[in-house]
């Protein structure tokens, strides 16, 4: 089936430093990647959408100079995380559609996550 | 800001026994309503992606109901094994397009031996 392999699993950062997070997709092309974040005892949260070869759409309250997101291929997202604080600490996992179409009626294959701790 | 709800946030079940969580969301501009099985330190596992009023799924022992005009999807676990141990996840979606989901907070189960 669709994988989607995130890294890192878990990093720690100084804060004021950037912290980059990958998202492949192995065996599919993934036209969009969702980013998600979330706080301890909350739900996932989508932060932004990013689509290959375009700008990538934040939903509101999210900064899009803090949170950059490059989806140069098909198969590659990143989420640099810029001069990172302790409020940015939380768990952030990638998401695509398991096809290259987007519908509605497919699953949506997810990284296993990145747990970013800023100190 | 749409919301959904899952409950109970965590349950204890016996190994064998049958039991049944809900999600509630809302009822307007639904598109279509998925579940995931997320366990530690791996990635949520799609379980269903339903998308009729009344549709009923069924994968094993897992299967799911959908009520789009009163907003709820149960999930039904048969004969609880240790390894359902996880945290059941439901998420809504609304509209057609290239959107992400809206996630409930989770009901977190574990199976008691």
């Not at chain 1, 974040?37 to 375009?54: W, Y």
């Not at chain 2, 791996?42 to 269903?48: T, Y």
């Amino acid at each position: 089936g669709a994988v989607v392999s995130q890294h890192p699993s878990r990093v720690i950062c100084k804060s004021g430093t950037s912290v980059k997070i990958e998202c492949r997709s192995l065996d599919f092309q993934a036209t969009t990647m969702f980013w998600y974040r979330q706080f301890p005892k909350q739900s996932l949260m989508l932060m932004a959408t990013s689509n290959e070869g375009s700008k990538a759409t934040y939903e509101q309250g999210v900064e899009k100079d803090k949170f950059l997101i490059n989806h140069a291929s098909l198969t590659l997202s990143t989420l640099t995380v810029t001069s990172a604080h302790p409020e940015d600490s939380s768990f952030y996992i990638c998401s695509a559609p398991s096809s290259r179409e987007v519908s509605n009626h497919y699953g949506y294959t997810f990284g296993s996550g990145t747990r970013l701790t800023v100190v | 800001i749409l919301n959904v709800e899952q409950s109970p946030q965590s349950l204890h079940v016996q190994e064998g026994d049958s039991t049944n969580f809900t999600c509630s969301f809302p009822s307007s501009n639904f598109y279509a309503l998925h579940w995931y099985r997320w366990e530690t330190a791996k990635s949520p596992e799609a379980l269903f992606v339903m998308t009729l009023n009344g549709d009923e799924k069924k994968k094993g022992r897992i299967s799911a109901t959908l009520n789009t005009k009163e907003g709820y999807s149960y999930l039904y676990i048969k004969g609880s094994q240790p390894e359902d141990s996880a945290t059941y996840l439901c998420a809504f979606k609304s509209g057609g397009g290239a959107d992400g989901l809206t996630f409930g907070k989770g009901t977190h189960l574990i199976i008691q031996p």
